[in-house]
């Protein structure tokens, strides 16, 4: 850990008590802050109390007094936990800073931050670069949004190695000086829109993340999106990647390019879905700047086939093939996904109704022949299977879903569960729904 004053005898407050919170208050007690912990729930966790009480820490449980913010000179809140709440209002009221644990990482890493975001494809790109690194013997530590805080990484590593950090929108919303030596944005399309309230504000958090870089710093951008750097005054260098036209990293001839090197034949990759090809290249650009050789990404991608979650291959029952897409938690997301299959396809689709449409998946569902849908959306997916001309059942959720697609597949079907929606009707995250689905598909195997 990088030694850093700036948090020395501040007082400050943790907003929130999920894992960045419990990141953020054990880097700060190690940085000589005053902190207090703020949580809407009532604090159950008795080790980690006495732990906290024994470090000075104040816990404050079940609501957030106003006057907390008396003596606070900082607030480090939960990513999740939007702006517009009474006591973050009243914070910026006063003009005190609030930032997400991200920020702390960045202030103590000894070694150098990659940065991913994007609305979709971060995810995999940053497992795929991290398989690259270690491939080509690196010592990567994956952190952020993908589970793992970003402040508990940047405790760990050393100069030797290399932060690979999934960025949320929510995350990035919360930096100051946050700066990574690469920064990559996979696209930007219209999400979360209920906790950013318009298209601008999600946009400008996502472009928040190269805001600090400077010249010797890189940043990795979708050139099919390249209108949306216009006009801004970005210091640092950047290199484009897109799969129909010629960039720094492109498909040509059947053959991922860098800088005009043909790496190897697009065939030869395990990961599945035309969308992957610019995650893919997008990831050839870090891993070329981080030095990694093309026996290492090869030996990557011709081992590489996803991740849980994001287009993961179950296996097959009765020769129907199964598919746990639970991460799909928009429409753009499901699109790739119903765009990755010629076979005929059962749909499972469905959660937390955020009001958008599902109408614009109609072009992509030409393969769909049944939809069994759950959760707040459940009306929206069968009006659109009406609209298909095609059957539709309503279901509990993915695991009684999995039984009612089993039942109506036939060999040579695919059964896709690729939800199009948020998971909080019914699931604290996609990837306890996604499990359950798991757990259905493991009960008919």
Same mark, same amino acid.
């Given at each position: 850990?990088?030694?850093?004053?700036?948090?020395?005898?501040?007082?400050?407050?943790?907003?929130?008590?999920?894992?960045?919170?419990?990141?953020?208050?054990?880097?700060?007690?190690?940085?000589?802050?005053?902190?207090?912990?703020?949580?809407?729930?009532?604090?159950?966790?008795?080790?980690?109390?006495?732990?906290?009480?024994?470090?000075?820490?104040?816990?404050?449980?079940?609501?957030?007094?106003?006057?907390?913010?008396?003596?606070?000179?900082?607030?480090?809140?939960?990513?999740?936990?939007?702006?517009?709440?009474?006591?973050?209002?009243?914070?910026?009221?006063?003009?005190?800073?609030?930032?997400?644990?991200?920020?702390?990482? #960045?202030?103590?890493? @000894?070694?150098?931050?990659? /940065?991913?975001?994007?609305?979709?494809?971060?995810? +995999?790109?940053?497992? !795929? &670069?991290?398989?690259?690194?270690?491939?080509?013997?690196?010592?990567?530590?994956?952190?952020?949004?993908?589970?793992?805080?970003?402040?508990?990484?940047?405790?760990?590593?050393?100069?030797?190695?290399?932060?690979?950090?999934?960025?949320?929108?929510?995350?990035?919303?919360?930096?100051?000086?946050?700066?990574?030596?690469?920064?990559?944005?996979?696209?930007?399309?219209?999400?979360?829109?209920?906790? #950013?309230?318009?298209? @601008?504000?999600?946009?400008? /958090?996502?472009?928040?993340?190269?805001?600090?870089? +400077?010249?010797?710093? !890189? &940043?990795?951008?979708?050139?099919?999106?390249?209108?949306?750097?216009?006009?801004?005054?970005?210091?640092?260098?950047?290199?484009?990647?897109?799969?129909?036209?010629?960039?720094?990293?492109?498909?040509?001839?059947?053959?991922f390019v860098v800088y005009g090197e043909a790496i190897m034949p697009i065939k030869d990759?395990?990961?599945?879905?035309?969308?992957?090809?610019?995650?893919?290249?997008?990831?050839?650009?870090?891993?070329?700047?981080?030095?990694?050789?093309?026996?290492?990404?090869?030996?990557?991608?011709?081992?590489?086939?996803?991740?849980?979650?994001?287009?993961?291959?179950?296996?097959?029952?009765?020769?129907?093939?199964?598919?746990?897409?639970?991460?799909?938690?928009?429409?753009?997301?499901?699109?790739?996904?119903?765009?990755?299959?010629?076979?005929?396809?059962?749909?499972?689709?469905?959660?937390?109704?955020?009001?958008?449409?599902?109408?614009?998946?109609?072009?992509?569902?030409?393969?769909?022949?049944?939809?069994?849908?759950?959760?707040?959306?459940?009306?929206?997916?069968?009006?659109?299977?009406?609209?298909?001309?095609?059957?539709?059942?309503?279901?509990?959720?993915?695991?009684?879903?999995?039984?009612?697609?089993?039942?109506?597949?036939?060999p040579g079907d695919t059964v896709l569960f690729s939800p199009a929606c948020a998971s909080?009707?019914?699931?604290?995250?996609?990837?306890?729904?996604?499990?359950?689905?798991?757990?259905?598909?493991?009960?008919?195997?």
């Open positions: 850990m990088k030694p850093f004053s700036g948090y020395e005898n501040k007082n400050v407050i943790v907003l929130g008590y999920g894992r960045s919170g419990k990141s953020a208050v054990n880097a700060l007690v190690n940085l000589g802050a005053n902190v207090t912990l703020t949580t809407n729930e009532v604090f159950s966790d008795g080790e980690a109390e006495q732990k906290y009480k024994a470090w000075g820490v104040d816990i404050v449980d079940g609501h957030h007094p106003s006057n907390l913010l008396n003596r606070a000179d900082l607030i480090v809140k939960n990513p999740g936990i939007p702006y517009s709440i009474p006591f973050l209002k009243e914070a910026e009221e006063r003009e005190i800073p609030i930032i997400t644990e991200v920020e702390i990482a #960045h202030h103590v890493s @000894e070694a150098p931050i990659y /940065a991913l975001t994007g609305t979709n494809g971060k995810t +995999t790109c940053t497992h !795929l &670069l991290g398989e690259m690194l270690e491939h080509s013997g690196g010592s990567p530590i994956l952190c952020g949004n993908i589970g793992y805080p970003a402040t508990d990484a940047a405790m760990e590593a050393g100069v030797s190695d290399t932060l690979l950090m999934e960025l949320s929108s929510f995350q990035l919303m919360g930096i100051k000086e946050f700066r990574p030596n690469i920064a990559v944005i996979t696209n930007i399309y219209e999400a979360h829109l209920d906790y #950013h309230g318009s298209v @601008e504000e999600y946009v400008h /958090a996502k472009l928040e993340i190269f805001k600090n870089m +400077t010249a010797q710093d !890189l &940043l990795i951008f979708n050139k099919k999106q390249a209108h949306m750097l216009e006009g801004l005054n970005i210091k640092c260098r950047i290199q484009y990647f897109d799969s129909d036209t010629k960039a720094d990293a492109y498909t040509e001839d059947g053959n990759v395990v990961l599945k879905g035309d969308h992957n090809i610019e995650n893919i290249l997008a990831t050839l650009l870090v891993a070329k700047a981080h030095g990694v050789d093309n026996k290492a990404i090869k030996r990557t991608l011709t081992t590489f086939s996803g991740i849980s979650h994001r287009l993961e291959r179950l296996g097959s029952v009765d020769e129907v093939v199964y598919y746990n897409d639970s991460k799909a938690t928009n429409n753009l997301a499901t699109s790739f996904a119903l765009k990755s299959f010629d076979t005929p396809v059962i749909w499972l689709a469905g959660g937390l109704d955020r009001g958008q449409s599902v109408d614009e998946l109609m072009q992509y569902a030409g393969h769909v022949k049944r939809i069994v849908t759950f959760g707040e959306t459940a009306p929206k997916f069968e009006a659109l299977a009406q609209k298909l001309s095609i059957p539709s059942e309503i279901t509990e959720n993915p695991f009684t879903g999995i039984e009612l697609t089993h039942r109506h597949a036939e909080w009707d019914q699931y604290k995250d996609y990837e306890r729904r996604g499990d359950h689905f798991k757990e259905g598909f493991a009960k008919l195997s």
